[in-house]
């Protein structure tokens, strides 16, 4: 089955850092680009970040531009997406979505920056 | 304020259709292909149709895409209750480098 599982969400103050991970599965990881996607609560959807399937490009929205910073690491068939100095504004469900199409997700991890 | 401009919401009756614009510019929507996505809250999107109007497998054929320029419009017939949900479009932009989404329209089947 193909397969995105997204995890490393929690509860943070603001200015804090979080890691959140993507694990792939079901398909072959090194030719697909994956993406980070999130949702604030009652918002609609945010692309945030995007790596190449070989890492070569890696794109970001200008709203964590400089804080978060996306990677991943084909023989472990995973991504990741480093984000630091948190604000309030960064609180929403994140999820990991594969290639330009997003045509597989993860069932997203809830982030919650709070003071 | 999203680049994409979508409706907020629409509304039909089972059995109807209903159609979904998707309104952009030259460097998104009219030089790349357009996705559409169903999002229940709480639960992953899933994608409905991709480069403009070719349907996933298990996708049932009532949901229908199009695209005619810098537009794009998601169609749905027979409307069924469990359509009800929010829908995004989405397509790749040249000049931001990445994703770009419509603001979502809520469907609701009255």
């Known amino acids: 089955e193909v397969q995105l599982v997204d995890s490393g969400g929690g509860l943070v103050h603001p200015g804090e850092s979080l890691r959140l991970s993507c694990a792939a599965s079901?398909?072959?990881?090194?030719?697909?680009?994956i993406n980070w996607v999130r949702q604030a609560p009652g918002k609609g959807l945010e692309w945030i970040a995007h790596v190449s399937s070989s890492s070569m490009t890696i794109s970001y929205a200008d709203s964590v531009k400089g804080r978060f910073t996306i990677s991943r690491d084909n023989a472990k068939n995973s991504a990741w997406l480093q984000m630091n100095s948190l604000r309030d504004e960064d609180t929403a469900t994140y999820y990991c979505a594969r290639a330009r199409s997003l045509d597989v997700w993860g069932q997203g991890t809830t982030v919650t920056v709070s003071s | 304020q999203s680049v994409l401009t979508q409706p907020p919401s629409a509304s039909g009756t089972p059995g109807q259709s209903v159609t979904i614009s998707c309104s952009g510019s030259n460097s998104n929507i009219g030089s790349n292909t357009v996705n559409w996505y169903q999002h229940l809250p709480g639960t992953a999107p899933e994608l409905l149709i991709y480069s403009n109007n070719q349907r996933p497998s298990g996708i049932p054929d009532r949901f229908s895409g199009s695209k005619s320029g810098t537009s794009a419009s998601l169609a749905i017939s027979g409307l069924q209750s469990e359509d009800e949900s929010d829908y995004y479009c989405a397509t790749w932009d040249d000049n931001l480098k990445g994703v770009i989404f419509g603001g979502g329209t809520k469907l609701t089947v009255l």
């Open positions: 079901g398909f072959t990881f090194n030719a697909y680009g």
